[in-house]
């Protein structure tokens, strides 16, 4: 019923930025958090930035300072800027959103597919 669809991963040098991107498709009511999380591998999957449907933002520790949800994101779109890229931000980017669809009451987990990062010289 829904679908989550990511774009704008690649390779970039250190230093370089990029932009990603998460568009949900279907019978969506509602969402109350939309974020991006990542997984490198030998590590457990992180959260990196999550934003809630009040407009309150999370940023991991790590990426504050360089990472941005931008506010400007389109109805069921949640993009995420990436400057001052790392090679330790090298990960699988997957798409978070909490979201309730019309034919229940539950806010449940969707996620995206995952798009590659790969931050090197």
């Known amino acids: 019923q829904v679908q989550l669809a990511e774009s704008g991963g690649g390779l970039v040098q250190p230093g370089g930025s990029l932009r990603l991107s998460c568009a949900a498709s279907g019978t969506i009511f509602s969402i109350n958090t939309m974020g991006w999380y990542r997984q490198a591998p030998g590590k457990e999957r992180e959260l990196v930035a999550a934003v809630s449907s009040g407009g309150s933002t999370n940023y991991a520790d790590s990426v504050k300072g360089r990472f941005t949800i931008p506010n400007d994101n389109a109805k069921n779109t949640v993009d995420l800027q990436m400057n001052s890229l790392k090679p330790e931000d090298t990960a699988v980017y997957y798409c978070?959103?909490?979201?309730?669809?019309?034919?229940?009451?539950?806010?449940?987990?969707?996620w995206g597919q995952g798009t590659q990062v790969t931050v090197s010289s």
């Open positions: 978070n959103m909490r979201l309730r669809v019309f034919t229940t009451s539950v806010y449940r987990d969707y």
